[in-house]
Each structure stands twice: as structure tokens, then as C-alpha cells.
């Protein structure tokens, strides 16, 4: 059963910069896993932050931004906000055609 | 703007079927994947599966064949129905466009109990 690893929880200061990342059991993450990472905040739907690896949504503030680090899918916020407190989750892409969420990461600003 | 909006029972008993329809406007659901995803509060996030607007369809394996998803383009509507549901199948249904996961309904709870 593959299983996408996420950090459990983050904290960040008001105004710095964190880096959320998404690892995959199977091995390392690549474009081909279409990494897609949301928001979620409580008792909201999650909302799509970042698609394919790097692509914005209309929605998606600048500070935002996708990437592959180290072999994990990765989601950096710069100059972060308050409002950015929120459960982030991961989701990627196998083959089979069937998609995997990771257990998501509760950040903290603080 | 398009908009999905779950709708079903929100009590559903243990054995029985699960029944959802998700109903798209602004929009039409001729075009895309078109998404049923979970979350409970045990095991967050969980996909269920797809239709795509051909009729093709895919699911998670762990559901081990008790989903199946269509599609009515004449009501624009998508449907899931998961079969010999239990306790571990009580969680908030969402329905979700894929063009890069744009669009989520607004989630519908499903509480499987007798």
C-alpha cells in the first residue's frame, strides 16, 4: 500500500518562511506524481493552493509557491500570514491511474 | 462561477448502500474529471475515484470494488454509490472538478449507523 508522508505539524512566525514537503513511499516524487497541495481550515472544504507540481490557481496568493525538493513535493510560504494557520494536505498521482493524499501538515503561526 | 453541491441521506445503515449525487452548475460536466473524495476524522483525506466526461471511470483500490461513480449529462449531475458500507465509511463526502482540483462542493456528512 503506498503511503505519502507529510510533517504531523510546523510552526511559523509571523513574516518567515516555511517549507512543507511530501514524501512518497514508493521513492522519490517527480512531475509525473502531479503534485497537487490544499488548505484546509476548519470546518471549510479544502481549497487548491498548487496543481502539477507548481501551477497557481486564480485563488492562490503570491506567497505560495510549489516545487520539488530533495526528492519530496514541496510547498513554500514566504512572508507568511496568520491567516495561513491551517491543515495543508498533499495529494499525488499513480500509476493506475488512482491518487494518494498524505496525512497532512498542521501549521502553526506563531 | 461553477458550483457542485452534494445531496443524499445523511444515515445510512451498516450493510446497506451509500447513495450521493453531486449536482454541477455554472458549468457543464461534458468536459473534465469529475471527483468523489472523503474525509474522517481518523485517516483525513481519502480519494474515492473519478468519471471522466467519456464515461471512463477509476477508483481506489482500497474500496475493493464497493464504489462505483456515473454520470447524467442530461441533469449535469455525477453520482457515487459505495455498497456494504460500515462505521469506517462515516465521514464527509466531497465532490471535486479536476482541472487541477479547482472546484469542491461544500462537503455532505454520511453517518453509517442503525
Known amino acids: 500500500q503506498t503511503v505519502v508522508t507529510q510533517e504531523p505539524s510546523l510552526t511559523v512566525s509571523p513574516g518567515g518562511t516555511v517549507t512543507l514537503t511530501c514524501a512518497s513511499s514508493?521513492?522519490?516524487?517527480?512531475?509525473?506524481?502531479?503534485p497537487n497541495w490544499f488548505q484546509q481550515k476548519p470546518g471549510q472544504a479544502p481549497r487548491t493552493l498548487i496543481y502539477s507540481t507548481n501551477n497557481k490557481h486564480s485563488w492562490t496568493p503570491a506567497r505560495f509557491s510549489g516545487s520539488l525538493l530533495g526528492g519530496k513535493a514541496a510547498l513554500t510560504l514566504s512572508g507568511v500570514r496568520p491567516e495561513d494557520e491551517a491543515e495543508y494536505y498533499c495529494l499525488l498521482y499513480y500509476g493506475g491511474a488512482h491518487w494518494v493524499f498524505g496525512g497532512g501538515t498542521r501549521l502553526t503561526v506563531l | 462561477q461553477v458550483q457542485l453541491q452534494e445531496s443524499g441521506p445523511g444515515l445510512v445503515e451498516p450493510s446497506e448502500t451509500l447513495s450521493l449525487t453531486c449536482s454541477v452548475s455554472g458549468g457543464s460536466i461534458s468536459n473534465y474529471y469529475w471527483n468523489w473524495i472523503r474525509q474522517t476524522p481518523g485517516k483525513g483525506l481519502e480519494w474515492i475515484g473519478y468519471i471522466h466526461y467519456t464515461g471512463s471511470t477509476k477508483y481506489n483500490p482500497s474500496l475493493k470494488g464497493r464504489a462505483s461513480i456515473s454520470m447524467d449529462t442530461s441533469k449535469n449531475q455525477f453520482s457515487l454509490k459505495l455498497t456494504s458500507v460500515t462505521a469506517a465509511d462515516t465521514a464527509v463526502y466531497y465532490c471535486?472538478?479536476?482541472?487541477?482540483?479547482?472546484?469542491w462542493g461544500q462537503g455532505i456528512l454520511v453517518t453509517v449507523s442503525s
Open positions: 471535486v472538478r479536476d482541472a487541477g482540483f479547482d472546484y
Open positions: 514508493t521513492g522519490a516524487v517527480s512531475s509525473g506524481h502531479y
